[in-house]
């Protein structure tokens, strides 16, 4: 499996489980921050075929802190918009997260986690539990998917990035002090319903994934970063084409479903003669089917502002 697609693609649910207070393992070291400090990520303009305009910027999670992202053209992009589009909102409330996580993400009977590996990923899996601090019990309900996420949360829990820096936080405290709303394109719940509603051979694919990948949590994190301060979405879409993304349904549910679903929300905004500035995770805004291809296709026109 291909580490960087994995991680950079599951980083929305994993700020989802960090959220969540019942996590104890999410109290480890925070690794320094050794990659570049300032960037011009990427930035897309949008103009309907009949008037009306919209911008799209590629954001990162959770970022390591002091980094300078913001640049004047994003400046300007934000004075002329009315309004700000996220990809999720409500993670601020730890509360109602994990009560989703637990109603969604439960269900008796399910085997233990050795009994869901290969042989080869067993020992790594059983290492893994123990730095998460889960006990073996707790495997007797956890889902694949909802296994996967919280194991995924102990590989990237001492890592250099922090939730109040990452863009959707930032983004919503600058537009909030504007008296602009913030809105989003789907609620935590909805992210969660994606996973859970996988079957359990993707669900497991997930699990081995994230096993098989958590030694390289630490590269794979920095050299998202690094992409994306740099304003590279090739990278993005070329990590896109491999490992977790080759298994046709969890493309289509986690990636293609939805940006075709955002592609028509921000449709009907401009339809209604919004300006909204919308900033989702950068992996749905790299390849053909990126939110810019889809609107591409309905007669829009995207332009690379930086």
């Known amino acids: 499996m291909n580490s960087t697609t994995a991680r950079w693609l599951m980083l929305p649910l994993l700020l989802l489980i960090q959220a969540c207070s019942g996590f104890p393992f999410l109290d480890m070291g925070m690794a320094a921050w050794d990659g570049p400090k300032k960037g011009t990520p990427a930035l897309w303009h949008v103009e309907g075929p009949n008037g009306g305009e919209a911008w799209l910027f590629g954001g990162i999670h959770a970022l390591p802190s002091d980094l300078k992202w913001i640049s004047p053209k994003m400046k300007k992009a934000m004075d002329r918009s009315d309004r700000l589009v996220l990809e999720v909102v409500g993670l601020e409330d730890s509360a109602e997260i994990t009560k989703t996580f637990q109603q969604l993400g439960n269900s008796p009977g399910q085997p233990p986690l050795a009994d869901r590996l290969p042989p080869e990923l067993r020992d790594k899996g ?109 990278k993005l879409a070329e990590a896109a084409n491999r490992g977790l993304l080759q298994r046709p349904q969890i493309r289509e549910r986690i990636l293609v479903r939805r940006n075709r679903d955002w592609a028509a929300q921000i449709e009907d905004l401009l339809n209604l003669g919004a300006r909204p500035f919308v900033a989702v995770g950068a992996a749905h805004l790299a390849g053909d089917d990126s939110v810019q291809a889809l609107l591409e296709a309905k007669g829009y026109k995207i332009t690379r502002v930086q």
Do not use: C, H
């Open 126 to 234: 059983e290492a893994l539990r123990a730095a998460s601090r889960l006990s073996p019990a707790r495997f007797e309900t956890l889902e694949s998917w909802a296994a996967a996420i919280s194991l995924a949360g102990a590989a990237t829990a001492n890592l250099a990035m922090v939730r109040e820096e990452g863009v959707e936080r930032v983004l919503a405290a600058r537009y909030r002090r504007r008296d602009k709303p913030v809105i989003g394109l789907e609620t935590p719940a909805r992210q969660f319903t994606y996973f859970d509603q996988l079957d359990e051979a993707d669900q497991r694919a997930m699990l081995e994934s994230v096993i098989a990948d958590a030694d390289n949590a630490p590269r794979a994190y920095r050299d998202m970063v690094t992409a994306w301060l740099k304003g590279e979405p090739e």
